[in-house]
């Protein structure tokens, strides 16, 4: 099934958020140091991840980060 990721940044809270299709029940678990996945509570699909303190992790544009999940992406066609 293809989702539409939804991406929020809470800059008092200086955390990025990211879901994977439309919000539903889940669980985080934090899988590196401000690093958090959710999962689907019955089906253990993953559906969104934070980043806690952002800032901190991405002070400049060179800066990155590789986390212990792949993922798989399409892009999807313009709707006309």
Do not use: C, H, Q
């Not at 989702?3 to 669980?27: N, T, W």
């Not at 959710?38 to 559906?47: A, I, M, Q, S």
């Not at 991405?58 to 590789?66: A, L, Q, V, W």
């Amino acid at each position: 099934m293809e989702e539409k990721l939804r991406f929020a940044y809470d800059k008092e809270g200086d955390v990025l958020d990211i879901s994977i299709g439309e919000p539903r029940k889940a669980i985080s678990s934090e899988i590196e140091n401000d690093f958090f996945i959710r999962k689907d509570l019955k089906t253990g699909e993953v559906t969104g991840f934070s980043i806690l303190n952002f800032s901190k992790w991405f002070k400049s544009i060179n800066d990155y980060r590789t986390i212990p999940m792949s993922a798989k992406f399409t892009v999807l066609p313009d709707k006309e």
